[in-house]
C-alpha cells in the first residue's frame, strides 16, 4: 500500500513512498546492525582470547572493532552481554566442530578420534578464539558460565553414547563422560596455556583413557596404536 504524498519542510511534495520500498530499508538496516554486532562480538572474543577476561573492556572492544560508542549501546548494555552473545555464537560453532564428525563417524570410536584431531586442529589454528571459548568464559561466570555448561553437558552425552555400542557387562557410572571431559578440556587448556606439549600429540593417550571405562584396555590399545599411525 502507498502512503499519500507529504509536504517537505520547503513546501515540496516529496515521491510516495512504497511499502515494498520500506522494507527494503528496513532489510539493509538489520543487516547493517548486525554487522556492526558481528564485529563486536569478534572483538569481544579476540581480545579476551589475547588479553583475557579480566581485560576486556567496552573502550577495548570499541578500538578493535572501530565501532563507535553510541552503536555499540545501541546494541548491548555493556561488555558482559556482548561476550555473552559472542559466545552463545561461538558455542554453537565448538559444538559442531566437535559434534559433526561424531555423526558422521561409523562407530563411536572414529567420531571420538575425529573430534579428538578436529580439537587440535582448532587449538593450533585459532588459539585465541580457543582461549576465549575454553578458558575465559569460565572467567566470565554468569550467564556465559551457564551457557558453557550446557555445552559441557552435550559433549559429555556424545562420550557417554558409547554405552550403546559397549558389549561390555561392566557399565561405568554415570558420571564417567564428565571425568573424561574434564580431562580433554583439561589438556587443551594446559596446552593453549603453553603448559603442555601441543594437545594433537596427546590424541592418542587420551583416546586410550576415553576408551577404556566403556570398552576395556585391549580395545583402548587397539586405538591408541591406530592413532598413533595416523
Same mark, same amino acid.
Request: with cysteine; glycine share 8%; aromatic share 6%.
Given at each position: ?25 528496513? $532489510? ?5 546492525? @548486525?554487522?556492526? *554486532? !558481528?564485529? =563486536?562480538? +569478534?572483538? &569481544?572474543?579476540?581480545? %579476551? ?53 561424531? $555423526? ?5 570410536? @572414529?567420531?571420538? *578420534? !575425529?573430534? =579428538?584431531? +578436529?580439537? &587440535?586442529?582448532?587449538? %593450533? ?66 596446552? =593453549?596455556?603453553?603448559? &603442555? ?34
Amino acid at each position: 500500500m502507498s502512503r499519500e504524498p507529504t509536504k517537505r519542510p520547503g513546501g515540496e511534495e516529496r515521491p510516495f513512498t512504497t511499502e515494498a520500498a520500506e522494507g527494503s530499508l528496513r $532489510r539493509r538496516h538489520s543487516a547493517r546492525r @548486525e554487522e556492526i *554486532a !558481528a564485529r =563486536l562480538r +569478534a572483538a &569481544a572474543l579476540a581480545v %579476551a582470547g589475547e588479553e583475557g577476561y579480566a581485560a576486556l573492556s567496552v573502550q577495548r572492544i570499541l578500538d578493535r572493532s572501530g565501532v563507535g560508542r553510541s552503536s555499540f549501546y545501541a546494541l548491548f548494555a555493556g561488555k558482559d552481554e556482548c561476550f555473552l552473545a559472542a559466545y552463545e555464537e561461538a558455542a554453537g560453532e565448538l559444538e559442531e566442530t566437535l559434534l559433526g564428525p561424531c $555423526r558422521e563417524a561409523p562407530d563411536w570410536h @572414529e567420531g571420538l *578420534a !575425529a573430534s =579428538l584431531t +578436529a580439537l &587440535a586442529r582448532l587449538l %593450533a589454528e585459532r588459539p585465541a578464539w580457543a582461549r576465549a571459548v575454553l578458558v575465559e568464559v569460565q572467567v566470565a561466570g554468569g550467564a556465559a558460565g551457564a551457557r558453557r555448561k550446557e555445552v559441557f553437558e552435550r559433549l559429555s552425552s556424545a562420550i557417554d553414547s558409547a554405552r550403546r555400542e559397549t558389549v561390555s557387562r561392566h557399565s561405568p557410572p554415570p558420571t564417567t563422560a564428565a571425568f573424561i571431559l574434564a580431562g580433554i578440556e583439561s589438556i587443551a587448556v594446559r596446552s =593453549l596455556r603453553g603448559q &603442555a606439549p601441543d594437545f594433537d600429540t596427546a590424541v592418542p593417550d587420551l583416546l586410550y583413557i576415553a576408551t577404556v571405562p566403556y570398552f576395556g584396555a585391549e580395545a583402548a590399545a587397539r586405538g591408541r596404536r591406530r592413532a598413533r599411525r595416523a
